[in-house]
């Protein structure tokens, strides 16, 4: 979880100073706020407070990215917005002097109060001084944005794009560290680091023209100076390939573009570079203090991302400066479609009035819900039946995607600490399964007998469990194997197609990934094989295995033998060994491992030289597989 610095004076400010209609009483209460109760209220909320820290400000000069800092941390060495080297420039990093901050270990999910506006939103519903859906006022577009069909291309692709215009800013230092704060945020808790989605906040006015312009370029193509360097040194304007591989950003970040072959890149009317996502700005269009109109746009992978980041940017701005207009910019898409962004309607949820008592264990009607709902920043209308809600859930919320998260909303604003306590009607004492404890007794064995255990991938693939053993389509072993392998239906890589169905391919693999180190080499695995099964509730069924593998310049079949042996006796089962034949062993040195009323458990021998060439392994492995369910069973 990430741990958000929050400024306790703009917090404590912005609770007392709802936006709107707010009652005098609920004022009142805002601003009796201390920094004592938001300590007490905050794990309420589900924001865990890891403390309340004395911190010294730190102002980038480039950029005027602003960095609190505690006095064991120091200050910064670089700046992460625009590159900046203050070990190299210590004249570019200035001391903005004492301040006080609650460190908050936050929910990634709930990236909507990681800033004190949004925060601050969020505590005057739960207290009752704002409740309900807030509303933000949209002025019609005057911009729009032309969207390049070549970014839909593979080659580069970035393609959705999410813009607004906020009027009539007034800037600080201190606002600007909150607003770049909530932009690096934004880009880790939604953009998954810029991949997803990327945030640009500009000075509209340094801007030209009534539409703008996002093109894929080539990364040769033009010559734009980015933010941190200086726009009057001709040798500060970089193509976009340059600037991947020379500013600091951008080699950070290089890998987001490195599979295209154009670049995506924003523009205004005049040709002016706004920036290239989701790399960097232009120092041309940098917000600075004398900024009163901003620009805004997100772009990215993810529709859904990229419009969420943008409507809780726009609206935390507006909590944060209830005086700035907020303007909706025309986005012209690939087929003549066109979008109006920001889109700050409300989703809709239905609401079972009965399932939300049921699960929080609470005895709660229609109207005591929709107030708990309320006061979490929801609206609430009847739904036609007295037993459902409609709720509008807020543009900004990104973690609401179901009922559910409706309910736990509802337990937070009622109070988990007020949920009665019950005892469960029925008492259990748990106890190890069975071959857990016969698995713990294998574990002890074999490291008794000098091998070290590893833990290998359930998920698999057919080249690693049939064809890298010699067990081809059409070989009657690989067949038989191939037909009780349980596939995955939906495989989020072609390693991870199937669950194994055989523990030596793990070992080998490890084996293949430690060849640099010292001979003899004996590792041990106990884990679950999985195999298709009708007759299971599931259709397949897991089978606890134990393996082992010797690699060594002697190791041969009375090796593998003797710890067979050793592990059955230690056990209390006896076995027995006899002669087979098997495509992935050396003929003549494997057998089949048998017990009593049981014709075959498991395998051992020498592996096949065809076998260990395709791991890359130049010495003799001696290896069993058994299961381990069925020796003790």
Known sequence: MPIIDMPVETLLERIARPAGDAARAGRDRGARLTIDDLVELLPKLGCELEAVAEVRQFVC??????????????????????????????????DAGPGRVLRLNMLAVRPDIFDPGGMARYIRGYLG???????????????RVQVDPQLHAPESLRPFIACAVVRNVRLDHATIKLVM??????????????????????????????????????????????????????????????????????????????????????????????????????????????????????????????????????????????????????????????????????????????????????????????????SMGHGVEEAGRADRLRVLVPAYRNDILHPVDLIED?????????????????????????????????????????????????????????????????????????????????????????????????????????????????????GDVCFVDPAAETGAREERHAAVALLGTHVGYADIRAIVDALAHELGRSITVRPIEHPGFIPGRVGAIGRAGDDWIGTLGEVHPEVLENYGLKHPVALFELSLARLLG
Not at 64 to 80: F, M, V
Not at 191 to 208: N, P, Q
Not at 477 to 495: M, W
């Open 61 to 94: 000069a480039v950029c005027d990215k602003s960095y609190d800092r505690t006095a064991a941390q120091g200050p910064p060495l670089h700046c992460s917005h625009c590159g900046a080297d203050f070990r190299a420039r210590p004249e570019t990093l200035r």
């Open 129 to 143: 001084i704002e409740t309900g859906l807030r509303e933000y006022p949209l002025r019609a577009a005057r911009l």
């Open 181 to 374: 704060n909530l932009q690096e945020d934004l880009h880790w808790a939604l953009g998954r680091d810029r991949k997803l989605a990327s945030i640009g906040v500009y000075d509209l006015d340094t801007l030209r023209g009534e539409v703008f312009h996002y093109d894929a370029v080539d990364p040769d193509g033009l010559r734009f100076v980015p933010l941190g360097l200086d726009p009057t040194d001709a040798a500060g304007a970089l193509t976009p390939r340059e600037i991947l591989a020379k500013h600091k950003t951008g080699q950070a970040y290089a890998h987001l573009l490195a599979p295209l072959r154009k670049y995506p890149l924003l523009r205004d009317g005049a040709g002016t570079v706004l920036s290239l996502p989701p790399i960097i700005n232009s120092e041309a269009t940098r917000v600075t203090l004398r900024t009163r109109n901003f620009f805004v746009d997100v772009t990215g992978l993810s529709q859904r991302s990229v419009d969420r980041a943008l409507n809780i940017v726009v609206t935390s701005l507006r909590e944060l400066l209830p005086e700035v207009a907020l303007e909706c910019v025309l986005i012209e898409q690939v087929g003549g479609v066109v979008r109006i962004t920001p889109d700050l309607a409300p989703t809709e949820l239905l609401l079972d009035v009965r399932q939300a008592a049921d699960t929080l264990g609470v005895a709660l009607n229609a109207a005591q819900l929709g107030e708990l709902l309320e």
């Open 410 to 526: 509802a337990a937070i604003a009622y109070g988990y600490d007020q949920i009665p306590r019950e005892l469960v009607p029925t008492f259990t004492i748990g106890a190890p399964r069975w071959i857990e404890e016969q698995s713990a007794v294998a574990r002890r064995v074999l490291t008794g007998l000098g091998c070290h255990q590893i833990m290998t991938l359930v998920l698999t693939c057919e080249a690693a469990a049939f064809e890298r053993w010699r067990l081809p389509p059409g070989h009657p072993l690989g067949d038989a194997l191939r037909a009780q392998a349980v596939r995955i239906e939906n495989p989020i890589s072609v390693e991870q197609t199937m669950c194994r169905v055989s523990l030596c391919p793990g070992l080998l693999e490890t084996l293949a990934a430690n060849k640099q180190y010292d001979l003899p080499q004996q590792l041990f695995e106990i």
